[in-house]
């Protein structure tokens, strides 16, 4: 049985690297038929962010990344919290003590940093010397009866070599000599890192841990641990490290590569799905690089088309995908909904004075807004910046006042009649963009001109600008009969007044 785990620290919100690590997890284990755990690794207590934990799992859900096993879902290898497990890995590291392969270190924490910086002055990889390696029983037991403060390091052995068998970058061997006597259990009697993964991986019967390339080298230290426990390791495969596009560091604290941040933009789930499954994997033969989702990569995923080269994260594609996605948005759609939930609120902000109607500024009003506009913009949030969908045109500001100029100069403002008899006679309850294409031919054949004519002139009676945007007859169904007739006047006096 295939089983993976997802293991973010909560000292920080989701990002895009872990994101990428939860859903080669996820795709792994479906294309497999096997299971995703969810776990989280707060043990660094001083990092941890309140509310991370549960934001974390917030946001798997919205990628419909949805683990087997979790704090919140429960299962039979839990609890899923590793600060509610301490004892299990006390009484792990006590066992490797009282069989040898470890022991207890005394080191104040002086004397530790002391050693880091000669070893950072040398070409030591390690800074510990093993002082406490070999003390003698009876030097323990007193240090212990005076309640020496002290933690439990892993005793590595000095000559040989550990080799990593990894499922991306294959057989990676790390001399032992330059492996450390790494800390398992801390003087405040929480497990490091090391101790708790390698625990809890075995107990919650991990068949496979994959994980950034960042933690290749911990590997070698978790295969020492294995072997001390006499436990069977799981297969490791270790994905790419994430790059700017000029290939410099990626940091985690960019803006952009928030996923709140991404979601407050206007981006669909399944768009930011559907990108991250390309930042280090390619599938060879795809005829589509649009997913639908998780189930859809997942039939295509393999550990062995995943690269080995640092992946470039390029937002343009990202916003290019988000645009593909909106096209098959439909009012039903629960992705929409959570467009709606997070832009509803900067709406709020930007549009609540007297000059706004009350019915736009409703989550209905914007729903049908992002679905007129679907396609139109990369980040939906930018539907929040066309302001004509909530607010008449002002015709004396410069933009207005140009735009309106380009179309009298070229004689088009005499067609504003033409346009207002035609819409008026359409129903109120038809006006849906159908019909007002027929009332758009109707307008032309009324006027003398062709429909290209004037197309352009109505985006400007009804935005105030020449800018492009959503389809002009999309724009006019969801002003409503009333505004775009209004608009049709205002335009037609603004050119008077200025004759």
């Not at 990626?250 to 930042?279: C, M, T, W, Y």
């Not at 994260?313 to 995908?321: F, S, T």
């Not at 049908?368 to 607010?391: I, K, N, Q």
């Not at 002003?479 to 200025?498: F, N, T, Y």
Request: glycine share 8%; with cysteine.
């Amino acid at each position: 049985m295939v089983r993976v785990r997802f293991a973010p620290s909560p000292t920080g919100f989701m990002h895009l690297g872990g994101l990428r690590t939860a859903l080669f997890n996820a795709v792994f284990a479906r294309k497999h038929g096997g299971q995703m755990i969810l776990r989280i690794e707060d043990t660094d207590q001083a990092r941890l962010v309140p509310g991370a934990a549960a934001a974390l799992e917030e946001v798997l859900q919205w990628c419909g990344i949805v683990p087997d096993e979790s704090p919140s879902v429960g299962g039979p290898c839990g609890p899923y919290v590793q600060s509610e497990r301490l004892h299990l890995y006390r009484e792990h590291a006590a066992g490797l003590v009282d069989n040898g392969a470890a022991y207890r270190c005394f080191c104040s924490p002086d004397r530790l940093n002391l050693l880091r910086r000669r070893a950072s002055k040398t070409d030591h990889v390690t800074s510990y010397d093993g002082a406490c390696r070999d003390l003698a029983p009876d030097d323990v037991r007193a240090r212990l009866e005076g309640g020496a403060a002290h933690t439990v390091r892993l005793r590595v052995p000095r000559e040989g070599k550990m080799v990593v068998q990894d499922e991306v970058y294959g057989a990676v061997a790390f001399s032992n000599d330059g492996i450390d006597d790494q800390v398992l259990l801390k003087s405040n009697g929480y497990p490091t890192y090391h101790l708790a993964n390698v625990v809890d991986d075995h107990l919650m019967q991990v068949s496979h841990v994959l994980r950034g390339e960042e933690w290749l080298s911990s590997s070698a230290q978790h295969l020492h641990l294995y072997n001390a426990f006499g436990w069977d390791a799981p297969r490791f495969g270790h994905i790419p490290l994430l790059v700017n596009t000029d290939r410099s560091k990626l940091s985690k604290r960019q803006g952009d590569l928030n996923i709140s941040e991404l979601r407050a933009k206007g981006v669909l789930p399944e768009a930011l799905v559907n990108f991250v499954a390309f930042l280090g994997w390619s599938s060879p033969g795809l005829q589509s690089e649009t997913f639908s989702g998780v189930d859809d990569i997942a039939a295509s995923f393999s550990l062995a088309a995943v690269s080995r080269s640092p992946a470039a994260v390029d937002l343009r594609k990202l916003q290019y995908l988000n645009k593909q996605h909106q096209t098959v948005l439909t009012a039903e759609s629960q992705s929409l909904e959570t467009v709606v939930e997070a832009l509803f609120p900067q709406l709020e902000a930007a549009y609540s004075d007297d000059a706004v109607p009350p019915d736009t500024l409703t989550r209905e009003y914007l729903r049908r807004v992002l679905l007129g506009s679907a396609g139109t913009f990369e980040m939906m949030a930018e539907v929040l910046d066309c302001s004509y969908f909530w607010r008449d045109p002002t015709w004396t500001s410069p933009e207005s006042t140009a735009a309106g100029a380009k179309h009298a100069a070229a004689g088009k403002m005499v067609f504003i009649p033409a346009l207002q008899r035609n819409i008026e006679a359409v129903v109120p309850t038809e006006f849906y963009a159908d019909a007002l294409k027929a009332a758009l031919k109707l307008a032309a054949a009324d006027a003398g001109c062709k429909v290209g004519a004037l197309q352009p002139l109505l985006r400007y009676c009804l935005t105030g600008s020449n800018n492009p945007g959503p389809p002009v007859l999309r724009v006019m169904e969801l002003v409503g009969k009333e505004r775009s007739l209004a608009r049709l006047a205002g335009a037609a006096a603004a050119q008077s007044d200025v004759g």
